[in-house]
């Protein structure tokens, strides 16, 4: 630990856990108890479970936003062949609209 203040001069934002933690291990019979106490100190000064649990919520985002536009894309190309298809080229629709006029 370094010594403890802040850079405005205060306690640092970890200073809690540290303390925890060092009271934990200063009364501890195997430091294996004081696990708990040193994770978080660790992750208020390091942010790795932070960095991990965002990088992993954004990993979910961009997957699922390539889903939709794939799928935007498929019903896009269905329309696309829906309207392309034989009725109109046989004039089908055209026959019935000069026999009504």
């Known amino acids: ?3 403890g203040y802040g850079y405005s001069g205060g306690r640092s934002r970890c200073y809690p856990f540290w303390q925890e933690f060092h ?10 108890e ?11 000064l390091h ?3 932070e960095i991990l649990r965002t ?3 954004q990993d979910e985002h961009y997957r699922q936003k390539e889903k939709r ?20 080229r046989l004039n ?4 019935k609209a000069k026999d009504s006029a």
Request: aromatic share 4%; net charge neutral.
């Open 69 to 88: 536009a794939k799928e935007a894309a498929s019903s896009k190309k269905k329309a696309d062949a829906a309207s392309a298809s034989n009725v109109p």
């Open 92 to 95: 089908v629709v055209e026959e």
């Open 47 to 49: 942010h790795s479970k």
């Open 34 to 44: 004081c696990v708990l106490q040193r994770d978080d100190y660790l992750e208020c």
């Open 55 to 57: 990088k992993a919520v």
């Open 1 to 3: 630990m370094a010594s």
């Open 23 to 32: 009271k934990c291990y200063a009364l501890a019979d195997k430091p294996e």
